[in-house]
């Protein structure tokens, strides 16, 4: 897939961020990515559910929540890592030196959670097209509908793809066509 100028300017600006945070928050609470928590059960069902053994987490920040305990129903466990029982885990984010190599392989499932409406919006279908091409069984994504609390230097919003529910439902009704072996969670932060 080829990205416009515009995509890899956005991720210069994203990098820039990661290093010196925002007007709101310090560095190393900025695209930490605790956006992931919350949806850690459901994928874990997903994981179960397809029997998957590999995960792609694309877009994954800083991967805080990759290094905390998870505490579910009233057990504790050292990291996701474990509560999913999934070992080859592969966290990718450009914007993040220590997670910028983009996969060299496929995994049973893909997650992606609040990036997609970080992507410009004349790459965002060639992005959405990525994440398919590395998934072997589901992906999993999580979009933002409305603007973030959070801007760019130069005053735009960091969301720069926002579109409705049914909006994007409509692009991922083409994209489940497309990829009729790969099953397709979306869900929305609204």
Known sequence: MTFSENYFKTINLYKKMH???TSKLPPQKTFAGFSLVRWIPEIQAIIKKTGSKSIIDFGCGKAMAYREQIIFNKVTYPNIRDFWG???????DPG???????PNS??????????????TSDDVINFIENLYILSKI?????????PASKYFDD???IHLTLKS???????????????????TYVKYNE
Do not use: S
């Open 138 to 146: 589901f992906v999993f994504l999580v979009i933002a509908t409305k």
């Open 19 to 21: 290093v010196t945070g």
């Open 165 to 183: 529910n049914q909006e994007w439902d409509i692009i991922f009704d083409k994209f489940k066509k497309k990829y009729p072996n790969i099953q």
């Open 86 to 92: 999934v070992k080859d885990i592969t966290l990718y």
């Open 155 to 157: 005053g735009r919003n």
């Open 96 to 102: 993040v030196k220590e997670f910028d190599l983009y």
């Open 106 to 119: 496929k995994a049973d499932g893909v997650i992606c959670t609040d990036v997609i409406e970080h992507i």
